[in-house]
């Protein structure tokens, strides 16, 4: 994990093993957004200049963007898992390590 990631504790997002980055250059502020809580996967969700000099918090429709990525990931992940299992199964079964 980036030493500098913090875990996004906005909303619905709260909790969720979401983490994010926020690194100044040149002036501006970027964020990075991802989340690794999914079985040593990382899922790059998000990042962003952020472009408005009011406030710190990230802006409610780039928290809409991440939420519906980290669903999207929690989907693509599931399937990855479910192939993958089978993939195992096959192998075991075809060299006799499980009926």
Do not use: C, Q
Not at 92 to 97: A, C, D, S
Request: no cysteine; hydrophobic share 30%.
């Amino acid at each position: 994990m980036h030493p500098d990631a913090k875990p996004l504790n906005k909303g619905k997002l709260k909790g969720k093993g979401i983490y994010e980055i926020v690194e100044p250059y040149d002036g501006d502020t970027y964020r990075a957004v991802y989340t690794v809580i999914l079985a040593g996967r990382v899922y790059a969700l998000h990042s962003f200049k952020k472009k408005s000099n009011k406030g710190k918090e990230t802006p409610k429709p780039d928290l809409d963007l991440i939420e519906s990525r980290y669903k999207k990931a929690k989907e693509i992940h599931g399937e990855l898992e479910a192939k993958n299992s089978n993939v195992l199964k096959r192998y075991l079964k075809k060299y006799k390590w499980v009926k």
